[in-house]
């Protein structure tokens, strides 16, 4: 029931851009921080991007720091990655959870609450 739901990935050239959104369903997104993850082929998971519940707050990996923004439009139930000059080291699976987004607390800002959307692959090549 409560479900978050990943969509705009695709192919795309190195230094292009994409703009990946998350919505949610069955719940009140405004009420929560939301994280933006990958999971590279063959690797873990790494958080990349977070924005606080009321926007005020947001945490990048160093990997994505400058190019990566997020940012949420709470009337539509929704956070986005606007992601520019991408990378082929940016190819991977992005997923978006709620989190804390906070790292002043126990898991630092990429510690989440269980709810995960289902993934939209992204694909850096020329």
């Known amino acids: 029931q409560l479900q978050l739901v990943e969509s705009g990935g695709g192919l795309v050239q190195p230094g292009g851009s994409l703009r990946l959104s998350c919505v949610a369903s069955?719940?009140?997104?405004?009420?929560?921080?939301i994280g933006w993850f990958r999971q590279a082929p063959g690797k873990g998971r790494e958080g990349v991007s977070c924005i606080s519940n009321d926007g005020t707050n947001t945490h990048h990996a160093a990997s994505v720091k400058g190019r990566f923004t997020i940012s949420r439009d709470d009337a539509k139930n929704t956070v986005y990655l606007q992601m520019s000059g991408l990378k082929p080291e940016d190819t991977a699976v992005y997923y978006c959870?709620?989190?804390?987004?906070?790292?002043?607390?126990?898991?630092?800002?990429?510690?989440?609450?269980?709810?995960w959307g289902q993934g939209t692959q992204v694909t850096v090549s020329s």
């Open positions: 069955g719940f009140t997104l405004d009420q929560y921080a």
């Open positions: 959870a709620t989190v804390t987004c906070n790292r002043r607390v126990p898991g630092g800002p990429w510690a989440d609450f269980g709810i």
